[in-house]
């Protein structure tokens, strides 16, 4: 395979070959990265197809970044590469390297993430909260994390269970209750825990109605198939994964907790070349 530059004249070569006949990879055997001119001055992009070229050069920044504004990509595009968008153009093309993104983690996991905390037992006694989700092999997806400091409870519907007065018996039967909806995988079902819950305690049941966000975690109105993983376990799983490197500082936990996600991408994407068939929907390799 040999590319060249398209100007007349300049240099700019690159040449590779093909190693073995079905493992994909390509041994460089001589490349020339010298320009006799600016790359972004011959670049020839149609206006239709801007938004495009920008949405694939901007995807894997988006992914570390996904707040970059509009008007930094705009800069960042024309400064590196010389294509020139306006706002809207950037901004179509960050919309449409957010969906790429979107598009490939449900793909490759499952639609239902577990949040959950764990206090620090090292120098600095704050929390980490976690966000993961299970893969198509039904492994731990870590998906995001952060150090706060501490875990404060939100004064929610359920704060009911938490008043002064409120025996352990009405706990835990609302709790039953709110089970018995959660898990009800018929709409009748919900409808019939749900008329229990309100006639049980009116006020959390009103909550659930109109403060709830109810598709969000009742498994017969969620949108997507939830594969009956409803519980906990998942973010569990993340606290005891981080049980060693939850004794260190700030600085130690992080960095150790990259090299321990790394290595698990790393072995997940190895064992990935030795399956035979489809596990799950099919997982891209990027």
């Not at 109605?209 to 906990?232: C, L, M, V």
């Not at 376990?233 to 790394?262: C, P």
Request: aromatic share 10%.
């Amino acid at each position: 395979m040999i590319v060249k530059c398209c100007v007349d004249g300049c240099p700019w070569e690159i040449s590779a070959y093909g190693v073995g006949e079905n493992n994909g990879f390509l041994v460089v055997r001589r490349f020339n990265y010298e320009h006799l001119h600016y790359a972004q001055d011959n670049l020839v992009v149609p206006q239709r197809k801007r938004c495009k070229l920008a949405s694939a050069v901007i995807i894997d920044e988006l992914i570390s970044c996904m707040h970059k504004a509009p008007n930094d990509i705009r800069r960042d595009l024309e400064r590196e590469y010389g294509l020139r968008l306006n706002y809207q153009q950037a901004y179509r093309a960050k919309e449409k390297a957010l969906e790429k993104i979107m598009r490939r983690f449900l793909k490759g996991g499952r639609p239902v993430l577990y949040v959950d905390g764990c206090h620090l037992s090292g120098p600095y006694k704050g929390t980490l909260l976690g966000a993961q989700a299970y893969d198509a092999d039904n492994e731990l997806f870590p998906l995001a994390y952060a150090i706060v400091g501490g875990e404060t409870r939100l004064m929610t519907g359920h704060g009911f269970l938490g008043k002064e007065g409120t025996s352990g018996q009405t706990k835990e039967v609302a709790l039953k209750l709110l089970d018995s909806i959660a898990y009800a995988r018929l709409d009748r079902d919900f409808d019939c825990s749900m008329e229990k819950l309100m006639a049980f305690c009116p006020e959390l049941g009103q909550w659930l109605q109109t403060n709830g966000d109810i598709e969000r975690w009742a498994q017969s109105k969620f949108p997507y198939k939830r594969w009956d993983n409803i519980t906990t376990n998942l973010a569990e799983s993340f606290n005891a994964w981080l049980v060693g490197e939850r004794k260190h500082n700030i600085a130690v936990l992080i960095h150790e907790h990259r090299e321990k996600l790394a290595n698990k991408m790393y072995h997940s994407k190895e064992a990935m070349t030795n399956w035979s068939n489809g596990v799950g929907p099919n997982i891209e390799e990027s």
